[in-house]
Each structure stands twice: as structure tokens, then as C-alpha cells.
């Protein structure tokens, strides 16, 4: 029952929140444009419920500078000042609110991963596609990107099973208080969380 119920609730939070960030988003559109030569949006493909591949989009805080071998430098060399302040404060994941109204996402859920890391989960861990991915979620709130893959994915599980309005209503609240801390927003030395190489359990 809840789940159909959140998913007329994500919809209308989802519209909701972008006429009331309408500003704001028009203030970073124009900043990011300008630190990242007229592309403001990132976009990504990305396995929703099921697996199912969506085009993820995202406010663009890394440049796409290379070395003289033609590769992309580190997320740490690339992420432009403002990018740093939209990181920080967590605005760089605004615009999935699109994603949520067009039903790839809901408000609440496991954060949408990469592809390639569908073949690297456990079946146990692969549970976490079970529901839609969100804009933020159980493990977010739990630590983040400065805890390990292992106990990310336990957290994104233990969500699956325990899904409820009032744990949603619990999260969102609290995602709210540790973006005002900028708390877990990555590991130590890094900008973004390190790579998924698999939890060699099977």
C-alpha cells in the first residue's frame, strides 16, 4: 500500500520543491555554466529498480580537464570552486528532482550507483534494486560516502526491508540537519567515495 502511496507523494514533493528552489537553481545554473564552459548539468547513465538503466542528471561540479596522456585528471583536481560550495551543501543533487517526477527515482531509496557495479554485488547486496534508488536515503544519513562500501550496502538493504512513511519522513529529516553540517560528504583524502571493486563474498 505504502508503495504506491509514495509514489503519489514523491511525485508532488518532487514538483513542489523545484517551484519553491526555482531561484536557486536559475542562480547555479548561470555560475556552473560559467565554471564549466557553458555545461552546467551532469549526466550519467545509472541502474534504477530492477537494474533498469536511467540517465541520472546533476549539477556539473567537476571541469573536464585531462593530462597530457588525454586522461581525466582526479575528482580532487577537477572539482571547480563553486562546484566545491554546491558539493558541500549537497545542491548538486537538485536536479534529480526531474528524475523523481519522471519515475525514475523516489525522494527516498539506495543511491543510484554505476552500472558497473551490477555484476560486483553479492545477491544479497543486489537486494538494494529491489526499490527505486533516491535522492537520498538510509545509508546518507548513516555515513554516507565516509563509510565503507559493505556498510552502505547492509544499510541500503536493511531500508528495503523496513520501508515505511515514517521511516522516510525520518530520513528526510534528518538528511536535512546533515546537509547544514556538511557531514560524510566524503573519505578522508577524497572528493568523491572510492571505487566499488567488489566485497569478494559471492
Do not use: C
Not at 565554471?35 to 534504477?48: D, E, I, L, V, W
Not at 570552486?81 to 539506495?110: A, F, H, W, Y
Request: charged share 25%; hydrophobic share 45%; net charge positive.
Amino acid at each position: 500500500m505504502y508503495k504506491i502511496v509514495k509514489f503519489i507523494l514523491d511525485f508532488l514533493v518532487a514538483f513542489v520543491a523545484l517551484g519553491l528552489l526555482f531561484p536557486v537553481l536559475v542562480i547555479l545554473l548561470i555560475f556552473l555554466a560559467i565554471a564549466n564552459s557553458g555545461k552546467p548539468f551532469f549526466f550519467q547513465t545509472r541502474p534504477g529498480k530492477h537494474g533498469n538503466l536511467f540517465k541520472i542528471i546533476k549539477f556539473k561540479t567537476m571541469n573536464d580537464k585531462k593530462d597530457k596522456e588525454g586522461n581525466l585528471l582526479s575528482d580532487q583536481l577537477r572539482l571547480t570552486t563553486v562546484g566545491k560550495i554546491v558539493r558541500k551543501t549537497s545542491l548538486d543533487e537538485i536536479p534529480q528532482l526531474l528524475n523523481v517526477i519522471k519515475g525514475d527515482m523516489s525522494i527516498v531509496g539506495p543511491r543510484p550507483l554505476l552500472p558497473a557495479y551490477l555484476e560486483l554485488y553479492s545477491k544479497e547486496q543486489a537486494r538494494r534494486h529491489d526499490v527505486k534508488p533516491g535522492i537520498t536515503g538510509w545509508a546518507q544519513v548513516n555515513g554516507r560516502n565516509a563509510i565503507s562500501w559493505e556498510e552502505k550496502f547492509k544499510l541500503d538493504v536493511w531500508y528495503v526491508d523496513h520501508q515505511s512513511f515514517s521511516l522516510d519522513l525520518k530520513i528526510i529529516l534528518k538528511t536535512v540537519k546533515k546537509v547544514f553540517v556538511s557531514e560524510g560528504i566524503s573519505q578522508d583524502g577524497q572528493a568523491t567515495m572510492t571505487k566499488f571493486e567488489g566485497s569478494g563474498n559471492g
